[in-house]
């Protein structure tokens, strides 16, 4: 196997060490202690499950003793694909506690997204359920095993049966390998997907717990919190920021929400005193529309995080008055730069600001498309490094040498301005990039899939402006010449694929041209940024 490794030069790594960024804790150990000194505190919890930490420690350590028993070995990667169950938590820190390394993947990932992502980790094995949202995933994981000559296992969790899904696949507490190296990489989260498919993105447990450990600080978290999950766990949002880590961190309770609508999440808020939850944009505007209708009794929640896209100030204005708590934006990136509004920022600040870095070694450059500083105030692509942002993508030279600076800065692919405040206004993004509903996907993979289709020529992907969305998926379509194409057609062909839900587009328009000779000779970035516009002015006339 290749090795996962994430390195910094050896002047930062004493920089940040000798700053207290780094601290040398590492997962494994952390919820030991947390167990240790929270054991009666409740960690997870649903409608009809509650687990102590030490509850959680010992089914993280029968999985993990289990996972040893299969042959497992240190060093090992595991495919992950879970939803908001309670077996998630042992899950992860089961993994951990057997020295193996997660991949996370998201559930609404099909087998394209999860073929790519097993390849490129070279995951040994496939964790998922046996069923997610009515998707038969236990039998896609096996065809997967099947397929792919280094997988070797599917280990399928029975979720449902009262946090018992992982039983079959537990054993007697055993002897755990020593904990890692901080410094070495605890797990691979996935990228938005600027171009093509997802990287792996390697974080390390100092960087990443360090990151977590200063969102807890920022958004008040204690043991007394109790953090709602509503985004899928597997978001790097939802994880740490402060997220469900966040939460082990503090010693709060994490209440899973089996689904994401606003009923659903204010009777559980209701029932169990939930303190703080995040949300995408178009899904806490959801909540507060449904908020005006159903005057909901919420006197618990304090703190309502949103990010993963802008969020409009319209909306924001709307959090504090309807549902009775504070707003604290958040702007940031499983890569690792993390920016949020404190709770104490003025209320100008907080609506119409995504926040400001969490540490104070966080580089901030801003500069044009010559990499020249932009002047103060103005508009221009963010660039970054720090204490936890990666230096380098997983075995992806090429995808590297654009990403990142020859001196360790990241290129975001977003275009900001900062306020004298230090704070950041997000503009939208430099690359050909959709965020739909917190979800990016890139243009240039779904383009791609239209253009598999043999009636198609050509396919210009953009994003248009969604007041539900934030931005949804508008394709042009260029079909072969005489063959007749309908866009329903276009859609079956495209889920048949095997793609994520979330990337089939929600609009097709079939075009006569695009004003293009042929296929890729062209400016694309070009192309999709006159065709939105001509859309826009044709929706504007209308």
């Not at 980790?121 to 994981?141: M, P, Q, V």
């Not at 938005?192 to 390390?204: A, D, E, F, Q």
Request: glycine residues 8%.
């Amino acid at each position: 196997m290749k090795p996962i490794t994430q390195i910094w030069p050896d002047d930062l790594v004493a920089t940040y060490r000798a700053a207290g960024y780094w601290t040398g804790e590492t997962f494994p150990a952390l919820l030991r202690d947390r167990a240790a000194r929270f054991a009666a505190n409740t960690a997870v919890r649903t409608s009809d499950v509650s687990w102590t930490y030490a509850e959680l420690d010992r089914r993280a350590h029968r999985f993990a003793s289990g996972l040893m028993a299969q042959g497992f070995v240190p060093g090992d990667r595991v495919l992950v694909q879970m939803s908001n169950v309670p077996e998630y938590m042992s899950a992860i820190f089961g993994l951990f506690y057997a020295g193996l390394i997660p991949v996370f993947a998201l559930p609404a990932h099909r087998r394209l997204e999860l073929d790519h992502l097993a390849r490129g980790s070279e995951a040994k094995a496939i964790l998922t359920e046996s069923r997610i949202a009515g998707f038969d995933h236990a039998h896609l994981a096996q065809s997967l095993v099947e397929d792919l000559p280094g997988l070797s296992a599917a280990l399928i969790c029975e979720a449902g049966m009262a946090g018992e899904g992982l039983t079959a696949l537990e054993a007697e507490q055993g002897d755990l390998p020593p904990d890692p190296n901080p410094q070495s990489v605890a797990f691979l989260q996935i990228s938005g997907g600027s171009t093509g498919l997802s990287k792996l993105i390697p974080r390390t447990h100092d960087d990443y717990i360090y990151s977590v450990r200063e969102s807890v600080t920022i958004c008040g978290m204690d043991e007394r919190s109790v953090f709602l999950a509503v985004l899928p766990i597997s978001h790097n949002f939802t994880m740490s920021s402060p997220g469900v880590l966040g939460a082990i961190y503090a010693g709060a309770t994490t209440a899973l929400a089996p689904d994401p609508r606003p009923e659903t999440g204010f009777r559980i808020i209701k029932e169990q005193g939930v303190t703080i939850t995040g949300l995408v944009p178009p899904l806490a505007v959801k909540w507060i529309e449904a908020a005006e209708r159903l005057r909901p009794d919420i006197p618990t929640l304090e703190v309502l995080l949103v990010g993963g896209a802008k969020f409009l100030s319209e909306s924001a204005t709307r959090v504090r008055p309807v549902l009775g708590c504070t707003l604290q934006q958040v702007f940031g990136m499983a890569e690792g730069l993390v920016n949020y509004t404190r709770l104490d920022d003025p209320e100008e600040i907080i609506v119409t600001t995504q926040g400001r870095p969490i540490s104070p070694a966080d580089e901030i450059l801003i500069v044009d498309d010559a990499d020249q500083p932009v002047p103060e105030g103005a508009a221009g692509n963010l660039l970054t490094r720090g204490p936890y942002t990666i230096r380098a993508y997983h075995d992806a030279p090429e995808a590297n040498a654009k990403s990142f600076t020859p001196d360790g800065f990241y290129r975001t692919g977003d275009v900001v301005r900062r306020l004298p405040s230090g704070h950041l206004e997000v503009q939208g993004r430099a690359t050909d990039h959709i965020n739909r509903a917190g979800e990016k996907i890139s243009a240039e993979e779904v383009e791609d899939h239209l253009i598999a289709h043999p009636a198609v020529l050509d396919a210009v992907v953009v994003s248009m402006p969604d007041h539900q969305l934030g931005e949804r998926i508008c394709a042009f379509v260029l079909p072969v010449g005489g063959q007749t194409l309908r866009a329903v057609e276009l859609r079956k062909f495209i889920r048949e694929r095997e793609i994520a839900a979330f990337k089939v587009p929600d609009e097709i328009r079939l075009v006569d041209s695009l004003g293009i000779t042929a296929v890729g000779k062209i400016n694309r970035r070009a192309l999709r940024t006159t065709l939105r516009n001509e859309y826009l002015d044709e929706e504007a006339q209308a």
